[in-house]
């Protein structure tokens, strides 16, 4: 019988991978690295349970023998490894992987030739039964039938070959109806990245000998700089914001957003989740504290509020702000022109009211003294009003913004390019690229790589320096 020693995860400062399993197999020593501590921890418990229930173990690899075998579905990988995580996951990730790890999903049926499952049927089985918090239980017969059939369907992880496994990834970094366009180097990261850390977990959890992700090339993506044509001027701003404000329902309101997010440089997700309360308008100084982020993650994963007496599941969910810590916030300085926008529309709000907030509308039949439904004049139809209600407790979604900006003469435009025109500004203002970045909330990689080219953009020959010098 082999003789196994088993030792406690041990931490090397230095190394990129600072966490490390040591075992030993007929006193042939074994070593694994990894980058946290939490899947360190999650491969001894994989070698202790194995060591306990009498596996043989590699000469070669020091790993159980059976670990090679990958007898487990892709799909009941993918339903453990959500469990596993679901705790640890913000709502709009969730949204994100139910998204990823369906299309991956109908690629892996794809792969085989045999899938009878469209890609709209695989991604709700995906959201239904895989990628959720439990295992789905009381379900009918029919149900489970249907479910078990589709855990079959695809082939054991052991099987997945780096070439099956390269065609599926390049599949995945194309359009559902157009394979002949790519998408977008930002949703081809996620969807490889969703793919990726299910087939880790697998390894983890010896259902792979090897990730056979780490055989195949992948494309590597840079981050893409900012089109100098898509950032406005302040003067262009200026007439944006008169625009909006001209339009009927919220264009005073996406209007003054417009605002802040060109002259504050916030995102459009960071901008519409600000409340009264983030406001510190003085004297002496006037910021804005960026505290969280509304993003749009449908009535399943949205956040719960109550209205009136009954709890009400909304489209939307506030999470914390991108690449900060738990309870991190950025402070925003306001300067003159962006303060003396929001003096006067800040009036009338509570601290907890959302300033940029929700508005729904609903249609009304009129209807005459018997309670019946007046016909419009031509008789073409009947007549309605439009019911309008501002719910200052959820904020207005982001796609709002959008909608509201396309009505304008700057159509086609997006609410990020007024975020750039604000990097532009601080950039030419002489600020350096820390600052910047902190008030971006970039890191300096990200925000040179981003904005620092608009430098050169405005001037590319500035031989300004070197006629001074001459002339003296």
């Known amino acids: 019988m082999d003789k196994v020693q088993i030792y406690n995860v041990t931490k090397v400062s230095k190394a990129n991978k600072k966490y490390r399993v040591k075992w030993k197999v007929n006193a042939r020593h074994h070593t694994r690295a990894f980058a946290t501590k939490a899947r360190a921890e999650t491969f001894k418990k994989a070698l202790d349970k194995a060591l306990d229930a009498?596996?043989?173990?590699?000469?070669?690899?020091?790993e159980p023998a059976d670990w090679s075998k990958g007898r487990k579905s892709f799909a009941k990988i993918v339903q453990e490894y959500s469990e596993a995580h679901?705790?640890?996951?913000?709502?709009?990730?969730?949204?994100?992987?139910?998204?990823?790890?369906?299309?991956?999903?109908?690629?892996?049926?794809?792969?085989?030739?045999?899938?009878?499952?469209?890609?709209?049927?695989?991604?709700?089985?995906?959201?239904?039964?895989?990628?959720?918090e439990t295992p789905p239980k009381n379900l009918t017969a029919h149900e489970e039938a249907e479910l078990e059939k589709f855990m079959k369907a695809t082939y054991p992880?052991?099987?997945?070959?780096?070439?099956?496994?390269q065609k599926i990834i390049n599949r995945l970094g194309k359009r559902?109806?157009?394979?002949?366009?790519?998408?977008?180097?930002?949703?081809?990261?996620?969807?490889k990245q969703a793919l990726n850390a299910v087939l880790e977990?697998?390894?983890?959890?010896?259902?792979?000998?090897?990730?056979?992700?780490?055989?195949v090339k992948l494309k590597k993506f840079t981050t893409k700089a900012?089109?100098?044509?898509?950032?406005?001027?302040?003067?262009?701003?200026?007439?944006?914001?008169?625009?909006?404000?001209?339009?009927?329902?919220?264009?005073?309101?996406?209007?003054?957003?417009?605002?802040?997010?060109?002259?504050?440089?916030?995102?459009?997700s960071e901008a519409v989740a600000l409340q009264k309360k983030h406001f510190n308008i003085t004297k002496n100084s006037s910021f804005i504290e960026v505290a969280q982020a509304s993003v749009t993650v449908g009535t399943e994963l949205g956040d719960e509020i109550v209205v009136g007496s009954k709890?009400?599941?909304?489209?939307?969910?506030?999470k914390q702000l991108k690449a900060r810590a738990e309870g991190e916030i950025r402070t925003v300085p306001i300067n003159s022109e962006l303060r003396k926008q929001l003096v006067p529309y800040l009036k009338g709000f509570k601290d907890d009211d959302f300033v940029f907030p929700l508005w729904t509308f609903s249609r009304t039949w009129v209807v005459d003294s018997q309670n019946k439904k007046v016909k419009k004049k031509?008789?073409?139809?009947?007549?309605?009003?439009?019911?309008?209600?501002?719910?200052?407790?959820?904020?207005?979604?982001?796609?709002?913004?959008?909608?509201?900006?396309?009505?304008?003469?700057?159509?086609?435009?997006?609410?990020?390019?007024?975020?750039?025109?604000?990097?532009?500004?601080?950039?030419?203002?002489?600020?350096?690229?820390?600052?910047?970045?902190?008030?971006?909330?970039?890191s300096v990689q990200v925000c040179q790589s981003v904005y620092l080219h608009l430098l050169n953009t405005n001037n590319p020959f500035d031989t300004s320096r070197e006629d001074g010098f001459l002339k003296s």
Not at 54 to 62: L, P, T, V
Not at 157 to 165: F, H, N
């Open 378 to 442: 031509n008789g073409t139809g009947y007549l309605w009003t439009i019911n309008k209600v501002v719910d200052k407790t959820r904020p207005m979604m982001t796609d709002t913004i959008h909608s509201y900006m396309n009505k304008t003469s700057f159509k086609p435009i997006k609410p990020y390019s007024l975020r750039h025109t604000n990097a532009s500004i601080l950039i030419y203002s002489g600020l350096n690229i820390v600052e910047i970045a902190n008030r971006l909330g970039h």
């Open 157 to 165: 992880v052991g099987d997945l070959t780096p070439p099956t496994l």
């Open 176 to 191: 559902e109806n157009n394979v002949n366009i790519s998408l977008s180097p930002v949703t081809q990261k996620n969807r």
């Open 226 to 268: 900012v089109n100098p044509r898509e950032v406005l001027t302040p003067e262009q701003c200026r007439e944006l914001q008169a625009e909006l404000n001209g339009l009927k329902d919220l264009g005073p309101q996406v209007s003054q957003l417009a605002g802040i997010l060109w002259l504050a440089g916030l995102r459009p």
């Open 201 to 215: 977990f697998a390894y983890i959890n010896g259902d792979l000998q090897k990730n056979p992700f780490k055989k």
């Open 86 to 132: 679901w705790d640890n996951w913000g709502q709009r990730h969730k949204k994100d992987i139910k998204d990823n790890l369906g299309l991956a999903m109908y690629q892996f049926l794809t792969s085989t030739g045999q899938s009878r499952y469209t890609r709209a049927q695989t991604k709700e089985f995906v959201k239904k039964y895989l990628v959720v």
């Open 311 to 318: 709890k009400v599941k909304t489209s939307t969910t506030l």
């Open 54 to 62: 009498g596996a043989i173990f590699s000469a070669d690899n020091g």
